[in-house]
């Protein structure tokens, strides 16, 4: 079946250390992605977006993302971490195969240890 | 920005009655709506897409005379959970789809705050 998957469910950091988190789509042909923040009891806000041309995309509050379609990989990086970036982090994909649907990955747990 | 709201933020209910949760897009028209289900702890399963002025498409294995689905206007999708059982206690998440993009793709989606609903 198709899917998107998040391999880290939860991963814990000191500040200051370095974040990649990764992210994998098995939907073939033209795809839309997108990383998704939740803070504790806030919903769903966009970090950032790849739709075409460059793939590597920044976002907001340091985040970046690279798009590398031979791996079927768009995974979320940040060179260094605040307590603040505490949360769950969704990577989510929308293929022509998709429709108009986006489809999330399970979810990685974020906690940063001041 | 674009901004979504959900009413109710929570509801308690008994089992056997009838919930509507209402989702609006308040700065902006949406023809496609979506409505989404995420479970403690886990990711958001989509439940069905909701389009203005016709009838929503659900995602499979989701029952639709049990989650009734009606988009009336470009800025109002309500979800009625029907009948409700403990089973359907859950986090229900509601997004719009930002006008632009190109068809399929290359549009954004921008969430509702999700209605907590609880079932006795």
């Known amino acids: 079946a198709q899917s998107v998957s998040q391999h880290n469910h939860h991963v814990i950091l000191s500040e200051a250390a370095s974040l990649e988190l990764g992210c994998n789509y098995s939907y073939g042909g033209t795809v839309n992605l997108f990383w998704y923040v939740q803070y504790p009891g806030q919903h769903l806000q966009l970090l950032l977006k790849?739709?075409?041309?460059?793939?590597l995309v920044k976002g907001i509050k340091g985040f970046e993302a690279e798009f590398i379609k031979s791996k079927f990989s768009f995974n979320l990086r940040k060179p260094s971490v605040q307590w603040s970036d505490t949360a769950e982090y969704f990577c989510?994909?929308?293929?022509?195969?998709?429709?108009?649907?986006?489809?999330f990955g399970t979810g990685t747990s974020l906690t940063v240890i001041p | 920005g674009a901004v979504v709201s959900q009413h109710p933020s929570w509801v308690i209910c008994k089992s056997g009655t009838s919930v509507k949760i209402e989702c609006r897009s308040l700065d902006f028209q949406a023809t496609t709506m979506f409505w989404y289900r995420q479970f403690p702890k886990q990711s958001l399963m989509l439940m069905a897409t909701s389009n203005e002025g016709s009838k929503a498409t659900y995602e499979q294995g989701v029952e639709k005379d049990k989650f009734l689905i009606n988009h009336a206007s470009l800025t109002l999708s309500t979800l009625t959970v029907t009948s409700a059982h403990p089973e359907d206690s859950s986090f229900y998440i509601c997004s719009a789809r930002v006008p632009g993009g190109q068809g399929l793709l290359g549009y954004e989606q921008y969430f509702g705050p999700g209605t907590r609903l609880t079932v006795t």
């Open positions: 790849y739709f075409s041309g460059d793939p």
């Open positions: 989510a994909v929308n293929a022509m195969s998709t429709g108009n649907q986006f489809y």
